[in-house]
């Protein structure tokens, strides 16, 4: 069973930066496709960026140019760098694993963290 924990969220102005993390325990972190996904109130949950295990690279067209994926597999984490910021950023983000390659789907992902609250103002 994996365990995934997310944190860095917070409050941040437009244009602003944050940097998300997400640690992973119970599995060989190694072996799983990490993806982040966000949802806003009212709206379904949608795929931000994902990274497989040798660092190959899927970002929204929503956030890209703005938003970095990358892994760490010695320390077991994935980060999500998020660089000018926008309100309609604003959203819980949520840190998936599933084996494999990365899917755009959330179905498609077996673990899932609790989510950190990223909130932009303008």
């Known amino acids: 069973q994996v365990r995934l924990v997310e944190s860095g969220g917070g409050l941040v102005q437009a244009e602003g930066s944050l940097r998300l993390s997400c640690a992973a325990s119970?599995?060989?972190?190694?072996?799983?496709?990490m993806g982040w996904f966000r949802q806003a109130p009212g709206k379904e949950r949608e795929f931000v960026a994902g990274i497989n295990w040798i660092t190959t690279t899927v970002v929204a067209e929503s956030v890209k140019g703005r938003f970095t994926i990358s892994r760490d597999n010695a320390k077991n984490t994935v980060y999500l760098q998020m660089n000018s910021l926008k309100p309609e950023d604003t959203a819980v983000y949520y840190c998936?694993?599933?084996?494999?390659?990365?899917?755009?789907?959330?179905?498609?992902?077996?673990?899932w963290g609790q989510g950190t609250q990223v909130t932009v103002s303008s």
């Open positions: 998936a694993a599933r084996v494999r390659g990365v899917r755009t789907a959330f179905r498609d992902y077996d673990y």
């Open positions: 119970g599995g060989t972190f190694a072996n799983y496709a």
